[in-house]
């Protein structure tokens, strides 16, 4: 990883520090590799790749919430938010199929 990234996505992290998680490391051909958000959500790779589905099944029921990826192309990348999820569901991200990596957290709105 970069070093611009890196301090990329420490930026995110710090300044969602009470409200993200971030990855610990690309997400490849298995969604789950690294991760690190709340012990209720899984992450599973969807259709069409490299789309991300995030899953959790014991957050509040007013709490808001969606899948946030950083999509690496080339030699630079993109934050993508998903769809924002109320309570217990399923949040989903897409990146460009040319997507060489992606990076996950979980994020509250």
């Known amino acids: 990883m970069g070093i611009a990234r890196a301090m990329r996505l420490a930026t995110v992290s710090a300044a969602a520090a009470a409200t993200a998680f971030t990855l610990a490391g690309p997400v490849a051909s298995t969604a789950q ?3 690190v958000y709340p012990a209720d ?4 790779n969807g259709t069409p790749p490299p789309t991300r589905n995030m899953t959790c099944t014991a957050r ?3 709490q808001s919430w969606q899948i ?3 999509c690496t192309i080339g030699q630079s990348d993109r934050d ?3 769809t924002v999820v109320t309570g217990n569901g399923t949040s989903v991200g897409h990146c460009s199929p040319n997507t ?3 990076y996950v957290w979980f994020h509250t709105v």
């Open 100 to 102: 060489r990596s992606v």
């Open 41 to 44: 959500c899984t992450v599973t």
């Open 68 to 70: 946030m990826l950083n």
């Open 80 to 82: 993508v938010a998903g």
């Open 60 to 62: 509040p029921a007013g």
């Open 33 to 35: 590799a690294n991760a």
